[in-house]
């Protein structure tokens, strides 16, 4: 989400205050970020099903070859 620009990274409470002070006082940019975030979710719809999906046929694979 952070490399997609969906998110403000926060490591202290000035950097949250930062960001909200940009995101209250910027619609643009507030809009930026909202729709960098709704395409990172979109793009990741399904992962885990994906994920879940490659380890069972690893397991499986795992349990054919012994």
């Not at 997609?4 to 940009?22: P, R």
Request: hydrophobic share 50%; with cysteine.
């Amino acid at each position: 989400m952070l490399a997609a620009k969906g998110a403000i990274q926060c490591f202290d409470i000035a950097d949250i205050v930062h960001g909200a002070t940009l995101i209250l006082s910027n619609p643009e940019e507030k809009g930026l970020l909202v729709n960098a975030a709704r395409a990172f979710v979109e793009q990741n719809k399904g992962a885990v099903q994906r994920t879940i999906a490659v380890i069972e046929l690893g397991t499986c694979a795992t349990h054919l070859s012994n």
